[in-house]
């Protein structure tokens, strides 16, 4: 949006147009590469402002609405599919198109296939109905996605070809029958050959005192070495997303996201070290924190290395500064990550946050948040008309809300989401799956982007696509996880937005701690294997 002051005056807004747009922007201000010379100093000043007006500013995201390419889809159930609602994004047709798993509660789970432009078409997979969410993970390292199909009673995992041909591979693959009330999943690999995967369950539906105050226990499936055997990972506190991943101490430990109905029981989130095998305390410097955790996202935006942690909840969304000493700090109210209520409308309750990411939607080099929002179902203390967010932030590391002026301000009770480029033009797009309601997704045109680009790593093994390795672009650092989101992930490679520059160094850590560094031009998709 530009703003054309009546009269302008050379002399007093040229400077003030030039520190404005440079902070907007971040960086310092190229100098019009055109000839100049010749020309009046008036005209001069004119061409120069003109071009400064017309500089990136990266400042207003626009999206136009696909929904009506997606066949027919929606997230229903009674009050056991509340929660969940996850979709599972990846490309398994080897056509770098992203494909996508969306859970269907009571309606039968569908896999869409990307096919370009925005279409997609569903595609055959296994009759699968309760589910709840799904992550995407190579199990058995044949390059070949599979899902972990998260569900109410058996999870199920679907084993994947070059083809998007998904088959029930549960018990070939040996993992043990775990028929719980299933919303959160998470992954990490210990060794180079199989992965451990954790399961965190929701209310114990065998509790004869339930729903409610009757949280379930987690479950860790760990490798044997040809199956797995399930280990219970206790005390559950009702648990909605998991990510391992390394923390503010640079060690790989496991966080919990925990809902509310644990408050009886005093239950808060937790963080548990996978080599120790134990939650951490407040000995730890792990303070006890209660919210009604509902999804985790997790990104360095302060530039440390250090990744942050958002919580979506209810009211008050929760972003943790990591801290040089390992632990966390709610970041202060000004940042504006918050987004307690809905920001437009006349509905004044709380907003309930579900799936949130952080993604550069405009490839200005800072990452920016997405956060689902939708209403349990008719809670009355809470928003109905609660628009899902989109917080773009500013160079001063504060956030601002375009939701609304970007388009994707839905009304519907959005559970999961992803960002992700869906036609591949290197611009971050939205796909939201809505609890009785159909899905939508939104394609990013916004005109005015930065330069981009995407990193994608595999290796032999067991471990295909080298989760929990360490990917630096610049100096923007992110990590290949596995969990986090509302009941589901994305198997895709890693987009770094690039601001101004043309070309960029990577430094990779892969997981067993070799480092390789290369260097790449913006905006393509660079593919590292070893
Ligand atoms: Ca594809
Ligand atoms: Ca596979
Ligand atoms: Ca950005
Ligand atoms: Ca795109």
């Not at 007093?12 to 030039?18: E, T």
């Not at 509340?82 to 490309?91: L, P």
Request: one cysteine or more; hydrophobic letters at 40%; glycine letters at 10%.
């Amino acid at each position: 949006m530009y703003l054309f002051p009546k009269q302008i005056s050379f002399k007093l807004r040229f400077k003030p147009y030039k520190i404005w747009f440079g902070k907007l922007a971040g960086q310092e201000i190229e100098k019009p590469t055109f000839n100049v010379k010749g020309t009046s100093k008036k005209l001069k000043n004119f061409i120069i402002i003109f071009v400064l007006l017309c500089s990136p500013s990266y400042a207003s995201p626009v999206f136009k609405d696909f929904s009506n390419n997606l066949p027919h889809h929606i997230y229903s159930g009674e009050w056991n599919h509340f929660v969940g609602g996850g979709v599972a994004v990846m490309d398994c047709n080897g056509d770098s198109l992203p494909d996508f798993f969306a859970a269907g509660g009571t309606e039968p789970a569908a896999l869409f296939t990307n096919t370009g432009e925005f279409n997609f078409i569903k595609s055959n997979i296994p009759d699968l109905f309760d589910t709840t969410g799904a992550y995407p993970i190579d199990i058995n390292a044949d390059g070949h996605i599979d899902l972990f199909v998260l569900r109410i009673g058996p999870n199920v995992v679907l084993k994947g070809n070059a083809n998007c041909e998904f088959v029930d591979a549960t018990n070939e693959f040996q993992i043990p029958n775990t028929s719980q009330w299933s919303t959160a999943f998470s992954a990490w690999w210990s060794d180079d050959k199989l992965p451990h995967m954790v399961i965190g369950n929701y209310v114990d539906l065998g509790d004869p005192d339930g729903p409610f105050f009757a949280c379930d226990s987690n479950q860790v499936l760990e490798p044997t070495g040809d199956g797995y055997i399930t280990q219970k990972l206790e005390p559950g506190f009702c648990a909605l997303s998991m990510l391992a991943a390394r923390d503010a101490s640079g060690i790989m430990r496991l966080r919990i996201s925990n809902d509310r109905q644990y408050y009886v029981r005093n239950g808060y989130e937790q963080m548990w070290d996978i080599a120790e095998e134990r939650f951490l305390t407040e000995i730890d410097g792990w303070k006890k924190v209660s919210i009604w955790g509902m999804g985790i996202a997790s990104r360095d935006i302060t530039g440390d290395g250090r990744d942050e942690v958002f919580l979506t909840s209810m009211g008050d969304q929760l972003l943790q500064i990591a801290q040089e000493d390992g632990t966390y700090t709610a970041a202060p109210f000004e940042i504006g990550t918050y987004a307690h209520r809905p920001y437009f409308g006349d509905d004044g309750r709380p907003s309930t946050g579900w799936h949130a990411q952080f993604g550069d939607v405009n490839n200005d080099g800072r990452s920016d948040l997405f956060i689902s929002k939708g209403n349990v179902d008719q809670m009355p203390s809470n928003a109905i008309y609660d628009p899902n967010n989109l917080l773009i932030q500013k160079s001063d590391g504060t956030f601002v809300e375009v939701g609304l002026l970007a388009g994707i301000a839905s009304k519907e009770r959005s559970r999961g989401a992803a960002l992700a480029d869906f036609d591949l033009d290197g611009r971050l797009d939205i796909l939201v799956l809505n609890r009785r309601a159909p899905l939508q997704i939104y394609r990013n045109e916004t005109e005015k982007v930065g330069h981009w680009l995407k990193v994608k790593l595999t290796q032999v093994g067991g471990n295909f696509d080298a989760v929990g390795a360490l990917v630096k672009v610049g100096e923007d650092v992110q990590q290949i996880t596995i969990g986090g989101g509302h009941a589901g992930g994305q198997s895709l490679p890693l987009h770094f937005g690039l601001g101004s520059s043309t070309a960029a160094n990577i430094t990779v850590t892969w997981p067993d701690g070799a480092v390789s560094t290369h260097n790449a031009n913006a905006d393509q998709t660079v593919k590292l294997h070893r």
